[in-house]
């Protein structure tokens, strides 16, 4: 199975910084990766499908780059309903996978 | 607008077994897309559980496959879970969700989820 690690597992921000949040796969799984947000107490919401597409509504302060096993999600200028826990997932092989999370806190 | 309803106990004994329905509603379930079911422990990350296309055989998690039988109800635009042999780590908040491109591809609209606590 592919296994996929995020880093940070949390951090600490602020209102206006810029944030990045990376995504590793344990093999190549080219562009198929998926990044969600959630909120607590919510489901999770598709940000960005096939690692640099947004899902429709999505803010242009987010985007997502890489390939192979590397990807990033960035944000720049983080707003206040940025701060949530965001997740990443491969669809390139079964069963799909989930990084463990990246915790966005209030600094 | 598509949307999705998970519904089903929010308490099951060890041992028993755990049914949920997901209803489908401004999409039916029989025409282009995957449906699947996905949970997440408290506090924890997400496990995709299974997928399953109209007329095709469903695709499920190996780590539950033993245990797991996903299936649907086009009549009622419905897909449903059953988990059997449930323990404590199967406590969960269960999501619905469709899924673009294959069964283990983007899941790009989701249910609200349904906590499922296991215990006696």
């Known amino acids: 199975d592919i296994q996929m690690t995020q880093s940070p597992s949390s951090l600490s921000a602020s209102v206006g910084d810029r944030v990045t949040i990376t995504c590793r796969a344990s093999q190549n799984i080219y562009t198929f990766l998926n990044w969600y947000q959630q909120k607590p107490g919510r489901a999770p919401d598709l940000l960005i499908y096939?690692?640099?597409n947004f899902q429709s509504g999505v803010p242009s302060r987010f985007s997502g780059s890489g390939s192979g096993a590397e990807f990033t999600l960035t944000i720049t200028s983080l707003q206040p309903e940025d701060f949530a826990t965001y997740y990443c997932?491969?669809?390139?092989?079964?069963?799909?996978?989930f990084g463990q999370g990246t915790k966005v806190e209030i600094k | 607008q598509v949307q999705l309803q998970e519904s089903g106990p929010g308490l099951v004994k060890p041992s028993e077994t755990l049914s949920l329905t997901c209803t489908v509603s401004?999409?039916?379930?029989?025409?282009?897309?995957?449906w699947a079911w996905i949970r997440q422990p408290p506090g924890k990350g997400l496990e995709w559980i299974g997928s399953f296309y109209h007329s095709v055989s469903p695709f499920y998690n190996p780590s539950l496959k033993s245990r797991v039988t996903i299936s649907a109800d086009t009549s009622k635009n419905q897909f449903s879970l059953s988990l059997n042999s449930v323990t404590a780590a199967d406590t969960a908040v269960y999501y619905c969700?469709?899924?673009?491109?294959?069964?283990?591809?983007?899941?790009?609209?989701w249910g609200q989820g349904t906590l499922v606590t296991v215990s006696s």
């Open positions: 096939s690692v640099s």
């Open positions: 401004g999409y039916s379930i029989s025409n282009a897309y995957y």
């Open positions: 997932q491969q669809s390139y092989d079964s069963p799909p996978a």
């Open positions: 969700s469709r899924v673009r491109a294959n069964p283990y591809g983007t899941f790009d609209i």
